[in-house]
């Protein structure tokens, strides 16, 4: 069964930073793309950034360029968000997900894992 | 402001069928991308429902449903069930912006 724990959430102040995991088990991590996806409270889903299965390619959004950088180490089977200097609009669930290829170039997301929080509040 | 538009609720009654739509643009939807469905039930994490347009996993009942024509996509959900009451969101991707989700759309089973 595949599983994804995330891990490393919680309260910090504005300009503060957070480094989330996520703990794989029950596939071949390795193999396997992977990405963050955020939720705001009450509000919709939102991607955050992706990685390749050798983690050599990163992407993110545009809102969190140059503030977040995702990593993973596959002998661990673990993905990482580092974040810094955090907003009030960062305030969200971070959900771990891992990636399966589809046609041409539209992936999607089919584990999730329950997500952790991040509140960026003084 | 997402860049795939969804209907903030629909209702519906048990039994009854209803649809959702995902509208996007020429350089998303229009462009070719295919369109993935989440469904995410009250207080628990997203959970794939159709992939590649029209295909379900392994689990998904037949009741739902997806296809895509031009620059929209739709979920269909027939012979509704309290258990569908959740909150719905399309995927795609942007050659500009990447990796996109429609706002999401609450359905209510009145």
């Known amino acids: 069964e595949v599983q994804l724990v995330e891990s490393g959430g919680g309260l910090v102040k504005p300009g503060g930073s957070l480094r989330l995991s996520c703990a794989a088990s029950?596939?071949?991590?390795?193999?396997?793309?992977m990405n963050w996806v955020r939720q705001a409270p009450g509000k919709g889903l939102e991607w955050v950034s992706s990685?390749?299965?050798?983690?050599?390619?990163?992407y993110y959004a545009d809102s969190v360029k140059g503030r977040f950088t995702i990593s993973r180490d596959n002998a661990k089977n673990s993905l990482y968000l580092q974040m810094n200097s955090l907003r009030g609009d960062d305030t969200a669930l971070y959900y771990c997900?891992?990636?399966?290829?589809?046609?041409?170039?539209?992936?999607?997301?089919?584990?999730w894992g329950q997500g952790t929080l991040v509140t960026v509040s003084s | 402001q997402s860049v795939l538009t969804q209907p903030p609720s629909v209702s519906g009654a048990p039994g009854q069928r209803v649809t959702i739509s995902c509208t996007g643009s020429?350089?998303?939807?229009?462009?070719?991308?295919?369109v993935h469905w989440y469904q995410q039930l009250p207080g628990t994490a997203p959970k794939l429902l159709i992939y590649?347009?029209?295909n379900r996993p392994s689990g998904v009942p037949d009741r739902f449903s997806g296809s895509k024509s031009g620059t929209s996509a739709s979920l269909a959900i027939t012979g509704l069930q309290a258990e569908d009451e959740a909150d719905y969101y399309c995927q795609s991707y942007d050659s500009s912006l990447k990796v996109v989700f429609g706002g999401g759309t609450k359905l209510t089973v009145l």
């Open positions: 997900a891992r990636i399966t290829p589809y046609g041409s170039g539209s992936n999607y997301r089919d584990s």
């Open positions: 990685i390749t299965s050798s983690g050599n390619n990163m």
């Open positions: 590649g347009n029209s």
């Open positions: 029950g596939f071949s991590f390795s193999t396997y793309n």
């Open positions: 020429s350089s998303n939807i229009g462009a070719g991308y295919d």
